[in-house]
T-cell receptor, first 117, second 115 residues
Framework: ETGVTQTPRHLVMGMTNKKSLKCEQHLGHNAMYWYKQSAKKPLELMFVYNFKEQTENNSVPSRFSPECPNSSHLFLHLHTLQPEDSALYLCASSQDITSGDLDNEQFFGPGTRLTVL | AQSVTQPDIHITVSEGASLELRCNYS??????LFWYVQSPGQGLQLLLK??????LVQGIKGFEAEFKRSQSSFNLRKPSVHWSDAAEYFC?????????????FGTGTRLKVLA
């Protein structure tokens, strides 16, 4: 596998279910991100991890719980979601969050299409 | 407040025609600017980026963009569009402050290419 991978690619869940999204990066990066992409809205940054430490929580409801066990893996645990949480959830990684280096761009995974019934 | 505006939600061009996608930003200093492309069912792929220097930036797939400070714009161009360019295009600003990046994305422009 290369780049950033996400599983599952599609997920349908009820409002009372608990599920998890997984992201893995094979780029040797130290920063990982969760974004939410809804129709007709800009990408919304949800969480940022740098060297496994959470550095950003963009006022995300507690029904979304991230976990970063190491620099290569990022999870998003989902619990009692609402229908308005249906969206494409994108994971991204970059070298880190503090470098002003020209190459510190973000690489995105293909996303998980989540539908909450 | 920092923001990115992509005024065109949809654009349709014929194959072989030229393309320009507009992006305007609001930011207090010179930003880092990016264009990403998203094909159906895929994540975002970086087309090009501007940090400093030459204001005309070359990217992948034959795309280029020009940074115009006076107009707060970073428009994406391609001289001859191919059918495979049909996708959604996102402009992003990467303010770097307080020791961290925080990308701000536009709402995207969906490109349709007619054969």
């Amino acid at each position: 596998e290369t780049g950033v991978t996400q599983t599952p690619r599609h997920l349908v869940m009820g409002m009372t279910n608990k599920k998890s999204l997984k992201c893995e990066q094979h780029l040797g990066h130290n920063a990982m991100y969760w974004y939410k992409q809804s129709a007709k809205k800009p990408l919304e940054l949800m969480f940022v991890y740098n060297f496994k430490e959470q550095t950003e929580n963009n006022s995300v409801p507690s029904r979304f719980s991230p976990e970063c066990p190491n620099s290569s893996h990022l999870f998003l645990h989902l619990h009692t979601l609402q229908p308005e949480d249906s969206a494409l959830y994108l994971c991204a990684s970059s070298q880190d969050i503090t470098s002003g280096d020209l190459d510190n761009e973000q690489f995105f995974g293909p996303g998980t299409r989540l539908t909450v019934l | 407040a920092q923001s990115v505006t992509q005024p065109d939600i949809h654009i349709t061009v014929s194959e072989g025609a030229s393309l320009e996608l507009r992006c305007n930003y609001s930011y207090g200093a010179t930003p880092y600017l990016f264009w990403y492309v998203q094909s159906p069912g895929q994540g975002l792929q970086l087309l090009l980026k501007y940090f400093s220097g030459d204001t005309l930036v070359q990217g992948i797939k034959g795309f280029e963009a020009e940074f115009k400070r006076s107009q707060s714009s970073f428009n994406l161009r391609k001289p001859s569009v191919h059918w495979s360019d049909a996708a959604e295009y996102f402009c992003a600003v990467g303010p770097y402050s307080s020791g961290t990046y925080k990308y701000i994305f536009g709402t995207g422009t969906r490109l349709k290419v007619l054969a």
